[in-house]
């Protein structure tokens, strides 16, 4: 089966007992046990649910996994993976992590005993180098948010297996359409289903998919004893948005593209970063293990904080909010938005600069977005 209809088809049938070809919504909490000891496949919609488990069959085997693991959101899916260490244990984390992850664990997960080392991972020796005899986990963004740099999964899959550590990426920004960490030695990949695999700004959700027996039992405890699961309506509908998902994210890549041509000409931009732009300093990575380059542009405005909001609030067709993926555009600026929970120093240190906008391109016409954007240029 070739992924396009993989991604329709894999794991969905028609339902047994009505034929309905979308799958149901079993919006129950309980299930009625035929007898003492035997159920049906289900006892409690904490442990398990049809619409959840179709869910969970369907997104790992579009990512080439064999497990998949549904959580309520991408935050509680990378709470989950962390749940597999235990005090003491280190883990070597991309710099440029979204600032969910960072604010859970620099102010969290750090009150239970473990430690965290942020590097550069575009750079395979940095991330060799922080690593030690403590280091359980090597966590990777690729492209990362909001700066969009790539890592080499080769590169990391290899160093993770020589040290004997797990290697955890993130791949919302790419989707399994544009990119699958298995094929490239990952033991775990995660998405927040929020954004591109539902694509509609209509559900919160996450994943964590595995092909290993031992850490997909871990994740099924994690997921029955903390009960961060999503509702049987929300998976459906996440199983709706993906049927398009191939479709949408050519749509996306392609007027990124457009957008991000425009842009890097444009007289007030001072930089942008685009994975799918020669100018990208990752440009020949992302080339060689992504088939395309999604919808996420970040650019760095001339005139700093002021610019930044002078032009989110010129958008008209562009939506001034804080989530990406979804179909409609939508911008961001991290300094006063996603990132404002990060302190100044640690910002700047980390690239996040005052001018910087983020955007999230969706499947509009192009010729739109770029004339929106071209008008708010115009104020700043």
């Known amino acids: 089966m070739k992924f396009d209809t993989k991604v329709v088809r894999s794991q969905i049938s028609p339902d047994p007992t009505t034929g309905a070809i979308v799958p149901p919504i079993y919006q129950t909490a309980t299930y009625v046990l035929p007898e003492v000891g035997r159920d049906l496949g289900f006892d409690y919609t904490r442990s398990s649910n049809p619409t959840r488990e179709i869910l969970e069959n369907n997104l790992s085997s579009i990512e080439g996994g064999k497990y998949g693991t549904c959580f309520s959101s991408g935050m509680a899916a990378v709470d989950s993976v962390l749940k597999l260490l235990k005090e003491g244990d280190h883990v070597v984390c991309s710099d440029d992590v979204y600032g969910g992850v960072s ?26 180098n922080a690593i030690t005899s403590k280091t359980k986990l090597l966590w ?92 049987p309506f929300d998976c459906w509908l996440t199983l709706l948005g993906i049927k398009t998902l191939h479709l949408r994210m050519e749509r996306h890549a392609t007027n990124a593209q457009a957008v991000a041509e425009f842009l890097e000409s444009h007289p007030k931009v001072e930089k942008i970063t685009y994975p799918g732009l020669p100018s990208h300093p990752q440009f020949d990575i992302a080339k060689e293990q992504m088939s395309g380059f999604s919808g996420m542009i ?10 930044g909001k002078t032009l989110m609030n010129s958008v008209e067709l562009c939506s001034l909010a804080e989530s990406l993926g979804a179909v409609e555009t939508m911008v961001t600026h991290p300094a006063t938005m996603t990132h404002v929970d990060v302190p100044e120093k640690e910002r700047y240190a980390r690239g996040l600069t005052d001018g910087l906008v983020r955007i999230s391109v969706g499947i509009e016409d192009s010729d739109d977005i770029i004339g929106d954007l071209e008008k708010a240029l115009e104020r700043c």
């Open 298 to 307: 970040s650019f760095e405005l001339k005139g700093g904080i002021p610019a």
């Open 140 to 231: 990777i963004e690729t492209p990362t948010n909001p700066l969009l740099k790539i890592t080499d999964l080769h590169a990391m899959a290899e160093i993770a297996k020589t040290r004997g550590i797990l290697l955890g990426v993130d791949s919302t920004f790419a989707t399994p359409v544009f990119l699958r960490p298995f094929e490239y030695g990952a033991d775990i990949v995660m998405h927040s289903t929020t954004k591109y695999i539902s694509g509609h700004n209509q559900i919160i959700g996450g994943i964590i998919i595995t092909n290993d027996d031992d850490l997909q039992e871990k994740m099924k405890f994690v997921q029955k004893t903390i009960g961060a699961v999503p509702s």
């Open 103 to 128: 604010r859970h664990f620099n102010n969290i997960l750090v009150n239970y005993g473990l430690t965290f080392s942020y590097v550069n991972s575009s750079n395979p020796e940095n991330v060799k």
